[in-house]
């Protein structure tokens, strides 16, 4: 059980489940873009939908560490500035690729042309890559920084900007891409610490419309 003392350590299990759903998706996306039809306009617009959500979600993520996180890991653990400096970076790089591959994605889903689907396709891939690299290097070097230097107070409110930015009407759809991308420990985990009204609404009517959405995208059942 979390404890809110002065001594307790921030549990980081939920930053390594939202990442993992980032992983899940944005390597996905690449081949989902090359099977896409020459002039499957309908296709090709569902696809750039899902990478602006994707990315979205992802701009916020990492928003709220170069507001909430960085700062502090760089006042209280002074010997790892050098590799939190590189993560600032590695956060501009990804969101350099993250423009080009929106701007690929625009133009894509005007006519589905074979030749823009491939841009598309190699920029979503190479986006992929820069974020794989990172988010590891976050997991296997930070995340012990965190538990050493901030408060359980400092890393929920990391998680509770994440939430109040994300869009009201889209909330129960993301929590449902963490969900299916979490194991099945995280997976109650996550749920347990819900408030009751957000997990009767999961319950309700999130699952089914993630399900739904899910099948759009990937044209097949989410293995739950």
Do not use: C
Not at 53 to 75: A, F, I, R, Y
Request: no cysteine; glycine share 4%.
């Amino acid at each position: 059980m979390r404890t809110d003392t002065a001594h307790a350590r921030p549990d980081t299990y939920d930053m390594v489940v939202v990442h993992n759903a980032f992983r899940r998706h944005f390597r996905a996306l690449p081949a989902l873009v090359a099977g896409v039809a020459a002039g499957d306009v309908e296709r090709a617009r569902l696809l750039s939908g899902f990478l602006e959500e994707l990315n979205t979600g992802l701009h916020s993520h990492h928003t709220g560490e170069d507001e909430l996180m960085w700062p502090l890991l760089l006042e209280r653990a002074p010997a790892a500035s050098a590799l939190i400096l590189r993560l600032e970076e590695q956060h501009e790089r990804i969101a350099e690729l993250s423009t080009r591959a929106l701007r690929d994605a625009a133009e894509f889903a005007t006519a589905a042309e074979p030749a823009a689907r491939d841009r598309f396709a190699a920029a979503a891939a190479a986006l992929a890559a820069a974020l794989d690299e990172h988010l590891a290097e976050e997991e296997t070097h930070i995340l012990s920084v965190v538990q050493d230097v901030m408060t359980v107070p400092e890393w929920r409110a990391l998680g509770e900007r994440g939430r109040a930015h994300m869009p009201k009407d889209r909330q129960l759809v993301f929590l449902g891409f963490l969900l299916h991308a979490a194991s099945a420990p995280d997976r109650h985990k996550v749920l347990a610490e819900l408030p009751l009204l957000a997990r009767l609404a999961w319950r309700l009517l999130g699952r089914r419309t993630f399900d739904r959405e899910y099948r759009q995208v990937y044209g097949t059942e989410p293995n739950w």
